[in-house]
């Protein structure tokens, strides 16, 4: 809007732009997953050389299956995220929903009815953190924070603190964990149809376009008429959801219900990988590729640091510098605003 | 008034808590014609607005649309009538493109997918309408227009519904003297296609070249209601100030009618 019409302009351009195709296969990737992707394969390529174990089949399925689970609540994060909104719940909830489910399997012994009770305790969670902060106006993050703190306790609880059960010899918890189809194993198939019926949902759907709004400016949102509690809650039921499934994961993978081990710090694991897929923290920007791809990235990190040996506290303190570095360039990139600065 | 009114409301009161910010407020808007509505800061414009529509519940007072009395409850009420309002910060998502935007909350779908190409073709045809020749691509994010650009695109949204009542709360407050020129000229083309179109705004320059009508707040009560024809810029910059005019006005010194 630089000078007022003027009387030659010729008709107005074509609206949409054919842009080159290769600028488009690019916009497709988006510069963001390129530039991630490109580290994955650097990443690889450096602990490749120092241990070429690294490239057995056997150990790429390792970390398929170890980054499955971290990855499908990944893939609710970034929903929870996008929407404005963060959940530091979901790991107590993995947690509760694994002693659960086991607990469940073993006095009814029924797997069947085990994997019910867990995915309906992760409903329930999701409810309820949802509730709180729509109706309770609390802020998600302190909303979720206690959550997570009674999650954990209440898991802890119902549990003594042990593992519990044993699903070790129930066939269909034997499946889940070893089972494959067309050679891939199960875990990774839970990922890869998690994270596109989510994909599809956000990209094509009513739904995720009004999940980005809301992100973006809920009061443009509420302004529009999209009724914005019921995505709130929604979506963190969604969130819920899935981190039954990854507690019903766990369970599988372990044999046993644990109230803590296996699910403590995905929480923090599934908000890093958010952020350095390029999910804003606040909210309406950023998408599924890039969580995936970053999942990836933090598999293969955690392996290769295994792999070559280093110690296991230093995988924490990478994980922490991770967090920041990954907000830090998504900032810097975003041309963000410095702190206080008005637009 | 052989017209009748396309939206006209009676007696409206409407209280934030203790406050009573609108009292007995009356105001008519008439099809083809800007009517615009000034008034002090905090004087109840905006909140007018939101009343009429349904973001907030008023405490008395009646509506009517087309002679037709009507209880809007909330945007979507408000869109049913064909009531559109561009707020005045807009409301737009930033990290949508136009075409997002425009359809927020509303969006077309064929099944359970977004329909983007019907979409897309929509609000090119709507933005030809206005004659926006401005915006580059229809799918650039709105972060990246510029204030005109954005005040074109929160109009073209309004105007996308086949809305028959468009509401602008300061659609020029921010701009320079050309974007203003342009909005204010997208202002006068929406009038002239019949449509109702109500301006708010301090610039009583804008007011006198794009109105037909003028109504005057004055701190929560309609002060006058008059053809911008039959008064002038001293009269209402009065109304405005103290509510009276000479005859014309509030005509007790506290705000209430005579
Ligand atoms: N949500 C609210 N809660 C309480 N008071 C409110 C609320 N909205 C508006 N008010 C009060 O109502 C009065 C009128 O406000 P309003 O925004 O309608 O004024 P305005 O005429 O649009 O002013 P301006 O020209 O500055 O935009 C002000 O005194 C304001 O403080
Ligand atoms: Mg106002």
Not at chain 1, 46 to 70: E, H, R
Not at chain 1, 191 to 204: E, N, P, Q, S
Not at chain 1, 303 to 330: E, K, R
Not at chain 2, 221 to 240: G, N, P, Y
């Amino acid at each position: 809007m630089t000078t007022t019409e003027s009387p030659a302009a010729p008709s107005r351009p074509d609206p949409v732009l054919r842009p080159h195709p290769l600028r488009r296969t690019l916009d497709v990737i988006g510069v963001q997953n390129l530039s991630l992707i490109i580290a994955l394969i650097a990443l690889c390529a450096v602990i490749g050389s120092q241990n070429t174990n690294f490239f057995l089949v056997s150990n790429i399925k390792t970390i398929g299956t170890t980054v499955s689970i971290v990855g499908i609540i990944a893939v609710v994060q970034t929903v929870v995220m996008l929407l404005g909104g963060l959940d530091i719940s979901v790991g107590s909830a993995a947690g509760l929903t694994s002693v659960a489910s086991a607990m469940v399997f073993t006095s009814a012994s029924s797997a069947a009815l085990g994997i019910l009770v867990g995915l309906l305790v992760g409903i329930g969670v999701g409810l309820l953190n949802g509730m709180v902060i729509v109706y309770g106006r609390v802020n998600a993050v302190i909303a979720t924070l206690a959550t997570y703190a009674a999650l954990r306790g209440l898991a802890n609880l119902i549990s003594n603190g042990r593992a519990q059960g044993y699903t070790g010899t129930d066939s269909t918890f034997i499946f889940l964990a070893q089972g494959s189809v067309l050679g891939i194993p199960i875990l990774i198939w839970v990922l890869i149809v998690v994270a596109l019926l989510v994909h599809l949902m956000l990209r094509y759907t009513d739904i995720g376009r009004n999940i980005y709004a809301t992100g973006g400016n809920p009061t443009a949102a509420r302004l529009a008429g999209i009724n914005l509690n019921r995505y709130v809650i929604g979506c963190y039921i969604l969130a819920g959801f899935v981190a039954a499934i990854a507690g019903i994961l766990l369970t599988a993978r372990t044999g046993s219900g644990q109230p803590t081990s296996g699910s403590q710090g995905l929480e923090l694991q599934s908000i890093t990988a958010a952020a350095l897929g390029g999910v804003a923290l606040q909210g309406g920007k950023g998408g599924i590729t890039g969580t995936v791809i970053a999942v990836l990235m933090l598999g293969v990190l955690q392996n290769g640091l295994t792999i070559l040996n280093v110690n296991s506290f230093w995988q924490d303190i990478a994980q922490g510098a991770l967090l920041v570095v990954a907000v830090v360039i998504q900032q810097r990139r975003g041309k963000l605003r410095a702190y206080g600065l008005p637009r | 008034m052989t017209a009748t009114p396309i939206l006209e409301l009676r007696g409206i009161d409407k209280s934030f808590g203790p406050v009573q910010v609108l009292h007995d407020v009356a105001f008519s808007v008439y099809p083809g014609e800007v009517t615009a509505l000034v008034g002090d800061n905090g004087a109840g414009k905006s909140t007018l607005v939101k009343c009429i529509g349904g973001i907030h519940p008023i405490d008395a007072g009646e509506y009517f649309i087309e002679g037709e009395p009507v209880h809007v409850h909330s945007p979507r009420d408000a869109a049913g009538y064909g009531v559109e309002i561009v707020y005045q910060d807009l409301a737009l998502c930033d990290n949508l493109d136009i075409v997002q935007n425009m359809f927020l909350g509303r969006e077309r779908k064929s099944g359970l997918v977004l329909d983007e190409a019907t979409m897309e073709e929509m609000a090119a045809k709507t933005l030809d309408g206005l004659s926006v020749r401005t915006v580059q691509s229809i799918r650039q994010l709105v972060s990246s227009l510029s204030g005109g650009q954005r005040q074109t695109v929160a109009i073209a949204k309004a105007v996308l519904w086949n809305s028959k009542i468009v509401i602008l709360d300061e659609p020029t407050a921010a701009l320079g003297v050309a974007q203003t020129a342009q909005v204010l000229e997208l202002v006068r083309r929406l009038a002239d296609n019949g449509l109702a179109v109500v301006l708010i705004s301090h610039n009583m320059n804008d007011v006198f070249a794009v109105s037909d009508r003028i109504a005057a707040l004055y701190l929560g009560r309609m002060a006058a209601q008059l053809k911008t024809s039959d008064i002038t810029h001293a009269q209402i910059v009065e109304l405005i100030t103290s509510g009276r005019s000479g005859d014309l006005g509030l005509q007790n010194g506290n705000g209430a009618k005579a």
